[in-house]
DNA sequence: ATATAAGATATTGTTGACAATCTCGCTTAT
DNA sequence: ATAAGCGAGATTGTCAACAATATCTTATAT
């Protein structure tokens, strides 16, 4: 029998420095728009840089790195409007989601929407966490339950592992935006419901509608925090 | 001065690679599930494990390849359900592009899409091609032309850098679509032309209602044919 | 003093060799 | 005869050295 390692030892040593390396991003450790030399990430993770250049490539393809030929690579930096686009782009994505959530998600997954709903309940009465950064590490709050319950493989790669990630980095250049009033949290609670209603009366279009109207007024309102203009009494139009 | 060299040398080895093979799986001459040896790959194009290896990762990042560790990669499978979860994302991301594009648009743009859309009546006028799976390597078609009107870089990115190349690999297993009735053409042309309209008109959910109506119709009639069910008076709600 | 150009230095790009792992064929025992 | 176990071959994973390119420093000329 084999001394059971540290490192959880996936296979590939590409595969751990990915990990490590788009951990460090998403904690900020890595900072937007630093630049990183491939020696010193190597002796960071004690690798040799063939493995880490293969893991690099692999960020970049998520978008977490940006390289210049001959120059190197940088942590991403998203700019206000990067951030806007990113969750116009994600209404797209999760509304859709949303709809084919309501055509093929099992009984029993739309009871878990509901165990996650009144989770999330507590939990926001508790510490009013932010909603729309919220750490998705752990792959079972609402939304990533409504996205996978879609059982569409390319939304399920595109959401979680493109889009939410880039949203985490995001979360570090905009720590002030966790004010979120009571009454905020409060209708957010109204905005899930009324999805969750959708999907179990497995109407599709008010399933996405509802989605959207949630993305759409969550962004509305962060946007305008975001950039100091009063928040105007947000419409949330589908 | 310098002797002009064949390959145009667009800097880094490992883009070369990665454009050739992607070609490659592109034009069917790598068939879909094929399994790919490194040694094999170096050898064909000439160049080290290295930068090949570094290539595969970026493919694999944008799901052409698929590998299992120790064992190798495989050129991407795709299913029929593969293909219709495909293009239902595309309606999402198509549609959003949209309605993005009817505000974000320049008027110059716009009428860059009448000038396609007439291209494109003579083009199937003349040989009737099929739409679905359009080459888009010019870039310049009327639906890269709207995803680009959108100025959303995710969008972007995902659509032409992810969806399209995946769509193009279907072409190579369902040649036998080409069918493709006089009459259905005829109807594409008025759907595009209804999208252009609201687009002209700035009217953002007109678009975007446009551009799914007249995917969703596409998609149904597709799958349609391709699992051999009768079309039935395919209804385009969007 | 400033701007330009040439060289030194550091970093990225590439290569071939070495180690770890899997696959397939062969032997052997029931 | 068939199945389990072993070993040879092939393939993937990793590493350290070499070449190409960019960046920074320094010297020189205006």
Redesign the interface.
Known sequence: MRIMTLQPAS??L?DQIVARLEQAILTGELAQGQKLSEQTLSDRFGVSR?PL??AI??L????LLERT??SGVRVVQLSLD?LE??L??R???E??ASR?AAENMTLHETRQLRVRLAAFEDSYRREGVDGVFRVRSAGDDLHTLIVRGS?????I??ICN??YP?LQICRFQSTAVTLRTRQRIEVVHREHEAIIVAIERRDADAAEAAMRAHLVASRTILMAQLRGEPPATAVAGA
């Open positions: 296979g590939a590409v063939g250049r293969e490539r692999t970049e393809g998520r978008q030929p001959f990067d686009q990113l116009t782009t209404e797209a994505l509304g859709m084919q059982r569409n493989r390319w939304l790669d595109i493109e889009l880039l």
